[in-house]
Nanobody, 124 residues
């Protein structure tokens, strides 16, 4: 079992930046693919970004490509999501998740453990 704790959410104006962090414990972090998802009110949880086990492989949803950057520090058991040029439509609860797949995956059903979520609100 993997425990995940997100932090770094908040209220920001459009065009601003936030950096989310997700600290993991309970399993060898470097054996996990890590992903970020988000869920806006009344909408399905959607994929945002994922990083492979070594940190070399990255994948983004089209809606965030060029604005968000996912990274990981295996020595600190932490994954990050740097969010720049934020838009009101980025407002959501953001979740980090871990997967035992050996390649990057993007479906919620392919992730085994989830954090509690952190709220990101972007005002116009």
């Amino acid at each position: 079992q993997v425990q995940l704790v997100e932090s770094g959410g908040g209220l920001v104006q459009a065009g601003g930046s936030l950096r989310l962090s997700c600290a993991a414990s309970g399993r060898t972090f470097s054996s996990l693919v890590m992903g970020w998802f988000r869920q806006a009110p009344g909408k399905e949880r959607e994929f945002v970004a994922a990083v492979g086990r070594s940190g070399a492989n990255l994948y983004y949803a089209d809606s965030v490509k060029g604005r968000f950057t996912i990274s990981r520090d295996n020595a600190k058991n932490t994954v990050y999501l740097q969010m720049n040029s934020l838009k009101p439509e980025d407002t959501a609860v953001y979740y980090c998740a871990s997967s035992l797949f050996i390649v990057i995956v993007t479906s919620t059903s392919q992730y085994d453990n989830w954090g509690q979520g952190t709220q990101v609100t972007v005002s116009s």
